[in-house]
């Protein structure tokens, strides 16, 4: 699973004409964002440590709910 989560990152990446190291900063959410295996792959990836502005679920119910309300408006 992280294998192909890494994956899209590289293709969106490549549609963007970036590589990781290009990057900025990395921001993660979700409670799979707590699993270390999911933070090394990150690190391993981009070259840099993942951060999280906001509890990773609170960011997930935040994006569902600005989701939703664009979702009414059209």
């Known amino acids: 699973l992280i294998d192909r989560s890494l994956q899209a990152c590289s293709e969106t990446l490549e549609r963007a004409g970036l590589s990781p190291g290009e990057v900025n900063a ?31 679920e609170r960011a997930v119910l935040v994006g569902a709910a600005l989701n939703q309300a664009f979702l009414k408006k059209t």
Do not use: D, E, H, W
Not at 27 to 56: C, D, E, H, M, W
């Open 26 to 56: 990395v921001f993660v959410s979700g409670g799979t964002s707590y699993i270390p295996a999911v933070q090394n792959a990150l690190v391993q990836y981009f070259g840099k440590v993942p951060r999280s502005a906001v509890p990773p």
